[in-house]
């Protein structure tokens, strides 16, 4: 059974940590008071605003924040102030201290935070919440769905979503996966989560066609789609299409075919306005156009 | 000891294939011409110009054109006409037919054709050469370096290289490599060539300093990088640098520092107008600015 932290009520402890690039401290500044305004109690990491290189703060000193708000008691949720490049640098580091007898808290991201949903699954078996960040614009209705699927109030969502290869019609199974691009990045490492039985869930910005295609191609060349469920694919913001017609839709049509699998294609969450808070790890089932949270 | 193809001269029978991407039919003909003139027979892979989707044909198609030239005992060199993106989709095809009684050829190419490279290193550890493809300026005195290397007439490079962490002032050992995001994309896969006692070669284009830094972390956190002997860096064209100077080099410098190995920085090889010819899986020596073939 995987790990759910307990759910995240208004008077929660809320912090905000930057694993990976340098942060905006306005946009952050504004998303804490709105937070702080809804009656939550939001603090910063030690590095929210430091830099190095192209880092909120070198790696250490990264990591550090994360097992610091990991290990207190006193804190309920943190939410990643920005994804960017770097969490990947975090891991040998968080490898250093055992978590497992640590409660799992909310950890909430998107994008390069990919890489830390991977570990606290593969690691920990943590359910922990794709959706969006720090910087992200939290006036936006769809973003702070995200405070109604951690608290519980939310557990379903409906999308008008295409269906290739429709072998099935509902599929039961823990969603895992975030962004294509950082979740290929940890193919062949202990960090790659297990995708048996589970549905693969995907979204990408800026990369062509024939880049989905070549990283869907290593995934499947390494084994690691052999017993999917499923993929439900997210936004594709500026994914293309290429010469000859040659999409996203096309790569996951042949995907899916070969997989002998259902894909389901546009469900609202990645990098377009609308990202759309989902649990991953926890059991959800998706049937049409309908996605719900299936309780344990 | 690897498998060493026999030497290509003036007369020898080259096939041009088309293993990834659509062709251009005029750059292809003016090298056939070229080649020709210098007293090659050159012929084309049935596929040759092609197109099917963003590839020149179907996967099949392409893989049985590269399988024809290897059962081919008339001709002694493939020249791959155009990387692009492709070649892994062949490697399923090229799976279902034994090749360790075919004589190894001459192959050569670079870019995407980093996938075959490695795919007859790991398969059938095979020394092929790493240079232009047929749509590359034969003009170009740095071109036709490839002819001299593979008639064994050129053994020796003279490069203006910058070292990092150079622990070591000379290595001998095999290089293996090519593109950098094209090796990545095989990590996981049985096709990643075992660089044990290897010097690594890589070179890329149009990737930003923080997606080189991911994929050296990839190669790094899968284990890959743990027992070569050095870095041999070619071209970086177009790849940054980032905010706050964060270029290929600081990447590159913390790598050689991380491993314990120095990395040797611009061999002219890879997407520049440089692309000098060299072997992958044979004995080179690097001493100073000086690489050499050292024969078996």
Redesign the interface.
Known sequence: MPKKPKRLSPGGHIRLLAPAG?VDLQKVHRTQELLTRDGYTVSQGAHLFA?H??FAGDDQSRAQDLLDALSDPGVDAIFFARG???S??L??HLDRTDLSVVAPKCLLGYSDITVLHAYFQSRYDWVTFHGPVGESDWLLADTRIALAVLSGMQQSWDAQLEVFNPVLERIVAPWRGGNLTVLT????????PDLAGCVLFLEEVNEA???I???L??LL????LSRIQGIVWGEAVSCGP?????SVR?VLREVARALGVPCWYGFPAGHGLRNWTIPLGQKLRIDGNQVVVVSA
């Open positions: 340098i830099t290189e192209i960017g490049y770097g990947v640098r891991l040998p990045s940890l193919v062949g490492t202990p960090y790659i066609p024939y880049r295609d070549r990283m191609r290593q060349l390494a084994g690691c290429e010469a000859n017609g040659f096309t």
